[in-house]
C-alpha cells in the first residue's frame, strides 16, 4: 500500500507514535489497510491499536508494540490516566471563552452518534478558547472520556460544529472547507516503567492553510 510518508513522534521498544495524516483510516476493516499498512516499513511486527483518531482528523496516535505494552496502555486508557489535548476550528462565534460539555453518547445507526440523556453512555468534554476568527472559533478540547466521535458531537450539541464535518453540521456549510477541522496535538501517558511522556504532532499544512484564510479575512477592514 502506497501513501503519504508517515512521521514518527516517539519509539521505544514498546511503543510507536506517529503523526497520522488526514484522510488515512487508523485501523482498518479485517486488519489490513489503513495506517498500519503503511507503517510497515518503519516496523514490520504486528503492531497493537490503543485508540484511533478519525479518517478526516490528523496528529498524534499511539500504537503497542506487543501484547503487554498494549495491555498497560489499555488499563491507562480505562483509568482515564491518558491525556489528550485536541485543536479544533468550529463555525460561529463561541461566546465564552471555556467550558464542559458533559452529555451522554449513544450510536443512533449508520455510525452517527448522538447525545441520548436516558440511553447514552457518560461522556464529559472540556474545551477552552485559542483564537477567535471571521465567522468561526479556534479551540483547545480535552475529552475526559474517549466515546467515537466525541469532541465532533460535543461541539456540534452546543451549535458549533467542526468545520469540515460531513456528518455533524450544516452540509453546504461544511463542504467549503477542504478538511475536518480537528487535529490531536498532544497525547501524554506512562510507560510501564512510571515514566510519563509527553508526544506532540505540529498543526499540518491543511491545518494551517484554512486559518490562514480566516485570518487575512478578519484583517480586511
Known sequence: MTGPPIRVLFENDDYLAVDKPEGVVSVAEAGKGGLPELL????????????????????????????V??????????????????????????????GRISAPLREFGSGRMGV?????????????????????????????TGRRH??????????????GDLRYGNRARQER????????LEVEFALPSGERVTV????????EEVLGGLRKRKRKP
Open 116 to 144: 441520548d440523556p436516558k440511553r447514552g453512555k457518560p461522556s464529559s468534554t472540556e474545551w477552552k478558547l485559542a483564537e477567535r476568527l471571521e465567522g468561526a472559533t479556534l479551540v483547545r478540547v480535552q475529552p475526559a
Open 40 to 67: 510497515k516499513d518503519l516496523f514490520p511486527g504486528k503492531l497493537y491499536p490503543v485508540h484511533r483518531l478519525d479518517r478526516g482528523a490528523s496528529g498524534v496516535i499511539v500504537f503497542a508494540k506487543n501484547a
Open 200 to 207: 506532540e504532532a505540529p498543526v499540518p499544512r491543511s491545518f
Open 177 to 184: 472547507i477542504p478538511r475536518l477541522m480537528l487535529h490531536a
Open 150 to 163: 466525541q469532541i465532533r458531537v460535543h461541539l456540534y450539541h452546543i451549535g458549533h460544529p467542526i468545520l
Open 69 to 98: 505494552a498494549h495491555r498497560h496502555l489499555n488499563g491507562e486508557f480505562d483509568r482515564r490516566e491518558v491525556r489528550k489535548i485536541y485543536q479544533a476550528l468550529v463555525d460561529g462565534a463561541v461566546a465564552a471563552n471555556h
